[in-house]
């Protein structure tokens, strides 16, 4: 089975990860902070605060800006259950802002529409996590000049986006937005196995995160509030967790970041092919914004489907069947039983519904051999043509 995405270990990765086997730290050693810094100096941040996965980034993020009780958190529909969750862990609670019908991404206009409305509602949100889906960034400027008119703030969930850039700036600049998470899930650009990282312009919100993602404890004096009884003395000034990213972790992370840019030119190489390949079938192909760089976590196909005499399902079992890992991101997240038992009306977001019945995400990662990709396109033809 052709895998839709998998990670790239090499013997430099494996070298990396066992000099911290051999060192003196396994966890809270120098390593976690060198990852830090090269992933924000790539990216242009001026804070990195890396973590155990993007969802315990996305949690941090939300309570650092302060998210509570009584507040609300907008997203898309169409993304991980991960970027809706993490209001709920809060308390606060979640909507939904339907999707883009070209790029699949936050829609600005219906996003417009939604705030003025809860503007005369008096219930507009305190954060909007915006999802660059598959890797193509959101229309950050557009969004940013809303959260100015509205008062909200901005995390970027880019779990698919680290090396891809919006105007120029790479995804995690944070020029847009306050936070900014990626995940290092070995399906993701590069990998930590698991991990993640919030990124930050704002020093008052990386302290706050960096209080969090370790049980709230501080040993900086400037940050204690009471005097220290001796130096052994430590002082837990917030309610934290243990959300902590290992050395082990960090050094595969630091290793992979030496080839983000190669990865995601290798994706793009990849993404182009695929159009050259597919362009005649009965299909939408990924439509790209001019303005922006796509780091291509997904090549995410939609069936033309009364052009096709199969049904979605029956493509997607085909396409298995021919050992072709295809997947589906997502399923519409307010359609999960958990979230449609908070009521969701489920006919207000028609555009990720047309969407959920029409796509398929094809292997897609950087060693993705041409005889793969090859195989991937002769079984989509035999299955659509037949
Ligand atoms: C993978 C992913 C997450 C969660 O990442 P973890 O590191 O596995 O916690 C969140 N949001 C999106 C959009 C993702 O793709």
Redesign the pocket.
């Known amino acids: 089975m052709i895998p839709y995405g998998r990670q790239d270990i090499n013997q430099d990765d494996i070298d990396a990860v066992t000099a911290v086997l051999r060192s003196d730290f396994l966890t809270q050693g120098p390593v976690v902070p060198k990852f830090e810094d090269a992933v924000a100096k790539h990216v242009g941040a001026e804070y990195a605060l890396a973590v155990n996965?993007?969802?315990?980034a996305?949690h941090i993020a939300c309570l650092a800006l302060g998210l509570g009780h009584g507040d609300h958190l907008w997203t898309t529909p169409i993304?991980?259950v991960?970027?809706s969750n993490c209001a709920l862990y809060c308390g606060a609670t979640v909507d939904f802002v339907d999707i883009d019908p070209r790029t699949y991404n936050i829609c600005p206009v219906q996003l417009a529409a939604k705030l003025e409305l809860a503007e005369k509602n008096g219930c507009l949100p305190k954060i909007v996590v915006v999802?660059h889906?598959c890797g193509q960034p959101c229309d950050l400027s557009t969004i940013y000049k809303l959260s100015l008119k509205y008062g909200f703030k901005i995390i970027e969930?880019a779990?698919?986006a680290i090396g891809g850039k919006y105007k120029e700036a790479f995804i995690g600049s944070c020029q847009f937005s306050d936070i900014t998470?990626f995940?290092?899930?070995p399906?993701?650009i590069i990998t930590t196995a698991?991990?993640?990282m919030a990124l930050t312009n704002n020093e008052d919100l990386a302290g706050k995160m960096d209080l969090l993602r370790s049980h709230g404890i501080t040993r900086k004096q400037q940050e204690m509030t009471h005097l220290a009884d001796g130096p052994w003395y430590y002082q837990q000034i917030d309610l934290g967790f243990n959300y902590r990213i290992t050395d082990i972790q960090a050094a595969l992370g630091l290793s992979q970041m030496a080839r983000l840019d190669a990865y995601v030119s290798k994706r793009h190489q990849i993404a182009n092919r695929y159009g050259d390949l597919l362009s005649d079938l009965p299909l939408t192909l990924p439509w790209q914004h001019e303005d922006s760089y796509s780091a291509y976590?997904l090549y995410v196909i939609r069936l033309k489907l009364d052009e096709i005499n199969l049904t979605h399902r029956q493509v997607f079992e085909e396409l298995r069947m021919r050992n072709i890992g295809v997947n589906l991101?997502y399923i519409p997240i307010h359609t999960q039983p958990y979230y449609a038992r908070m009521g969701f009306d489920q006919r207000s977001y028609p555009e990720a519904e047309r969407y959920y019945a029409e796509a398929i995400s094809l292997p897609m990662f950087a060693t993705l051999t041409e005889t793969q990709q090859d195989d991937v396109a002769v079984a989509l033809r035999e299955t659509l043509l037949t």
């Open positions: 996965s993007a969802t315990s996305l993304s991980f991960a970027s999802v889906l969930d779990s698919h998470v995940s290092f899930h399906v993701k698991e991990g993640g976590h991101h």
